[in-house]
């Protein structure tokens, strides 16, 4: 079964500064990946996807992503920290058992707050 | 074009009550998913379709919960007989086809339970 472990349910930055949100995944098969944003009282915005073109991805806002199998990590980063950013982050594989819904299995998510 | 879109946006009832949530997926998606996002238990699947039919169901808490998908568009998440542990936000999210992996998400109904 595929599972998402988020690693640090809140993170903080200074505006200006490198943004690292950590994802680890498992699953028994080549993955797909995604990490979508959540502001507040709104739904979910896809920040980037990975299904199994290039390791590194670019999304939206700047975000970029790096899908490193031996590690099984999928984490999300940006270079520069906008006050914007502030939102929770949550990183997704996509069902790929037999059932092969495509349902999303999140992890737990990650509060960003980007200080002035 | 328009995205995903779910009302009610807010919903206050009673426990024991029952309720309606609607999602309206985006003109065209084939596959829609229902999820559900509640602090102790973060987002988890409820339900997916594929047009009209419901081949995963597996995410459904309890017999107390029940969806449908009429003429490949619209769906009804209906909750029987609420209690407290239902409040959460329910979210619904559409894509092209199962297989596009991609999900478009709408704003979620907040449901509360009294």
């Known amino acids: 079964a595929q599972s998402v472990t988020q690693l640090g349910s809140h993170v903080s930055v200074s505006e200006g500064a490198l943004v690292l949100l950590r994802c680890n995944y498992s699953?028994?098969?080549?993955?797909?990946l995604f990490w979508y944003v959540q502001y507040p009282n709104q739904g979910l915005q896809l920040l980037l996807k990975y299904t199994s073109a290039a390791t590194l991805v670019k999304g939206i806002n700047g975000f970029e992503a790096e899908f490193k199998k031996s590690e099984t990590s999928f984490h999300l980063t940006k270079p520069s920290a906008h006050m914007s950013d502030a939102a929770e982050y949550f990183c997704a594989v996509s069902d790929l058992s037999s059932s092969n819904t495509g349902k999303l299995i999140f992890g737990q998510g990650t509060t960003l707050q980007v200080k002035p | 074009g328009a995205g995903v879109s779910q009302s009610p946006s807010n919903k206050v009832t009673e426990k024991g009550k029952d309720v309606e949530l609607r999602c309206d997926p985006i003109?065209?998606?084939?596959?829609l998913y229902w999820y559900r996002q509640s602090l102790g238990q973060g987002l988890e699947f409820l339900i997916y379709f594929q047009g009209n039919s419901a081949p995963d169901k597996s995410g459904l808490p309890s017999d107390r919960f029940s969806a449908e998908r009429t003429g490949g568009s619209v769906s009804t998440l209906t909750i029987q007989r609420t209690q407290q542990e239902d409040s959460a936000v329910y979210l619904c999210a559409s894509s092209a086809t199962r297989s596009n992996y991609e999900q478009y998400f709408g704003p979620g109904t907040r449901l509360t339970v009294t």
């Open positions: 003109s065209g998606h084939t596959a």
């Open positions: 699953s028994s098969v080549p993955p797909y």
